[in-house]
């Protein structure tokens, strides 16, 4: 057991539990500090990623937690991101009665999607979906509007509906494998009937689909980027989805050919980029809009996803899409964040001559995210496609 290899980890947790118990001791209207310490452990976090990637692919824990490349561009975007999330929230938190707690709780979900992505056994990849999930509860009614109530209960019934079929899917496939981890499962479930695979493979695919949020448990992501705060909107739409992704890539190779769970994959894919698009078209909230702008965005992520384990070319296409997405979503989020007064898009006319920095930015993220050359986005889509 080599704990150390778990330090970003570590890190985001530790600087949640000290953020939390300092928060305490300090003034409510004063909790600067404890910025302080979720910047400098997201740092720390970044750094001991950026170092992690030179390193060979090995295993923590017995094999339940694997380190390798997709853990480790996994651990350096997600911890890039939330620092920006969190340099973003300054204006917004500075001063709010429950500050310590916003970034004790963005902490704690950024260590839940890294758990995710790394996680190489079923129970630790329950373990990470609940560390990702319960403090985005929170984050969400951060605004105590009753918007944000309303979407942060949403989130909560949608959040444990799929939980419970994910700790379905997880059941089954343990008691066909007789393990948990996913080295042993590889082998185990192909003397397993074929249709009770299955069964666990959509209970736990369908589980993460929460987390992604793409089809079918996507409702609550449009209610949630527009009801959160800026805050909580950039970073729900934004980091959970990374964790997600790489733990569906890891479970659809793990199932290998055992059952079918490419077409699944794909119909979900599918179903997610079309729904997404096609909603996002009658929005007048820019949030909102945003919202099914990154339910969409999961359907193309999922592309490479469908040929997992078969061609080389499928986790570098995944792995740079996620950072190509992650940096073109936090840009928009963070103009929407910027301009807190204008809740539809009539608001934003003639935004070029008000805010011409803004106004560019925003034009820039836009068509990032349409996937518009030479974008980031756009090389993402590209890889995806050649992958799949």
């Known amino acids: 057991m080599r704990p150390l290899l778990l330090l970003p980890e570590i890190l985001l947790f530790v600087g949640g539990l000290a953020a939390l118990i300092g928060g305490?001791?300090?003034p409510r209207r004063r909790q600067w500090p404890a910025r302080a310490v979720a910047l400098t452990a997201l740092l720390a976090a970044a750094a001991a990623a950026a170092t992690g990637l030179a390193d060979a692919p090995t295993e923590a824990f017995e094999g339940t937690f694997t380190i390798d490349a997709a853990t480790g561009v996994a651990r350096l975007v997600v911890t890039l991101a939330t620092l920006l999330v969190v340099l973003l929230a300054g204006e917004e938190l500075s001063g709010h009665a429950r500050e310590s707690e916003a970034y004790t709780l963005l902490l704690f979900a950024a260590a839940g999607a890294l758990v995710l992505a790394g996680a190489h056994d079923l129970l630790v990849l329950a373990v990470g979906?609940?560390?990702?999930?319960?403090?985005l509860y929170g984050i969400i009614g951060l605004a105590r509007t009753p918007r944000?109530?309303?979407a942060a209960l949403k989130t909560y019934l949608v959040g444990a509906l799929f939980g419970i079929l994910l700790l379905l899917g997880v059941t089954l496939l343990y008691g066909l494998a007789g393990s948990t981890s996913y080295a042993q499962m590889t082998t185990a479930l192909r003397a397993a009937p074929s249709s009770v695979v299955a069964v666990g493979a959509v209970a736990v695919i369908g589980g993460l689909m929460f987390k992604a949020g793409g089809v079918p448990a996507h409702f609550w992501v449009p209610d949630a980027a527009q009801g959160a705060n800026a805050t909580a909107a950039t970073f729900l739409t934004t980091v959970p989805k990374i964790g997600a992704v790489v733990a569906v890539y890891r479970v659809v190779t793990v199932l290998g050919d055992t059952v079918?769970?490419?077409p699944l994959v794909a119909a979900l894919s599918v179903v997610s980029m079309t729904l997404g698009n096609f909603a996002a078209y009658w929005q007048t909230d820019p949030r909102r809009l945003l919202g099914w702008s990154t339910v969409s965005q999961l359907g193309y992520l999922l592309v490479p996803v469908v040929v997992a384990g078969r061609?080389?070319?499928?986790?570098?296409?995944?792995?740079?899409?996620?950072?190509g997405y992650a940096a073109t979503n936090l840009a928009a989020f963070a103009v929407t964040a910027a301009l807190p007064g204008c809740r539809d898009l009539d608001s934003y006319t003639g935004l070029a001559r008000r805010h011409p920095l803004l106004a560019g930015a925003l034009v820039v993220a836009l068509l990032g995210l349409v996937g518009t050359p030479p974008m980031a986005v756009f090389v993402g889509k590209l890889t995806a496609a050649t992958a799949g």
């Open 24 to 26: 305490s001791f300090l």
């Open 129 to 135: 979906f609940l560390l990702a999930s319960i403090p």
């Open 148 to 150: 944000s109530a309303e």
């Open 260 to 262: 079918p769970a490419a």
């Open 311 to 323: 061609t080389d070319l499928a986790l570098p296409a995944v792995l740079f899409y996620l950072g």
